[in-house]
């Protein structure tokens, strides 16, 4: 079993509508939580970074962390075009400046 | 600021060759990790370096090696390269001290044939 399991989609949605894309994860020692976009042929781009459990939202993009559920979600309200990339979901024990442990990927699609 | 350098940007290898790979941290970064990516999967830990020493490490075999300079730049060696270690090698930075993120480059596409 992977420490962490993420849909890799593809996910096609219109535009405008709200995107959920979730990760479980195994290993109850994980305190930092992040979601990470990469667009092809690029490297990955930090969009949120959270520690524990709880929401933080920022601007269009809400993070929620459930460790009691292992379970941790992204959601993008009105969503644009510009967003049809990769989504990471990522992890780590200590901080994210020690290893980060990545999902598979979520390919997403907003159709215009 | 350029931010997280790599290069070079594509490599075609053989297999049973020798690749060395090369990350510049972002200005102020002291702390470097690399990653592999392989195709449609999220990137794995391979290493991290800071003050010139290896500090962690995954699950990666013995013919991947690095190194950190003294001015934090660092390479990725891997050595009798294998069909399998085709994919986009990333390197990561930041600095111990302050709390932010870590910063990826572009990556390096490797190819092995």
């Known amino acids: 079993q992977k420490e962490v399991e993420q849909d890799p989609g593809p996910l096609s949605v219109p535009e405008g509508a709200i995107v959920s894309l979730n990760c479980t994860y195994s290993?109850?020692?994980?305190?930092?939580f992040m979601w990470y976009r990469q667009y092809s042929r690029k490297g990955p781009e930090l969009l949120m970074y959270?520690?524990?459990?709880g929401n933080k939202e920022d601007g269009r993009f809400t993070a929620q962390v459930d460790k009691s559920s292992k379970y941790i979600s992204l959601f993008i309200r009105d969503s644009q075009p510009s967003d049809s990339a990769t989504y990471l979901c990522?992890?780590?024990?200590?901080?994210?400046?020690?290893?980060?442990?990545f999902g598979s990927g979520t390919r997403l699609s907003i159709r215009p | 600021d350029a931010g997280v350098t790599q290069s070079p940007t594509h490599l075609i290898k053989t297999r049973g060759q020798q690749v060395t790979l090369r990350c510049s941290p972002k200005?102020?970064?002291?702390?470097v990790s690399w990653y592999q990516q392989a195709l449609g999967q999220g990137p794995q830990f391979i290493f991290q370096?800071?003050?010139?020493?290896?500090?962690q490490r995954g699950n990666f075999p013995d013919r991947f090696s690095g190194h950190q300079f003294p001015n934090y730049s660092s390479e990725l060696n891997v050595n009798a390269l294998l069909l399998g270690d085709s994919a986009l090698y990333l390197c990561?930075?930041?600095?111990?001290?302050?709390?932010?993120?870590?910063?990826f480059g572009q990556g390096t596409r490797l190819t092995v044939v």
């Open positions: 290993n109850s020692a994980f305190q930092y």
């Open positions: 200005s102020g970064h002291d702390t």
């Open positions: 370096y800071y003050e010139e020493e290896e500090r």
């Open positions: 959270t520690y524990s459990s």
């Open positions: 990522a992890m780590s024990v200590y901080s994210s400046a020690s290893k980060i442990i």
């Open positions: 990561a930075s930041r600095n111990r001290d302050w709390n932010t993120e870590a910063f």
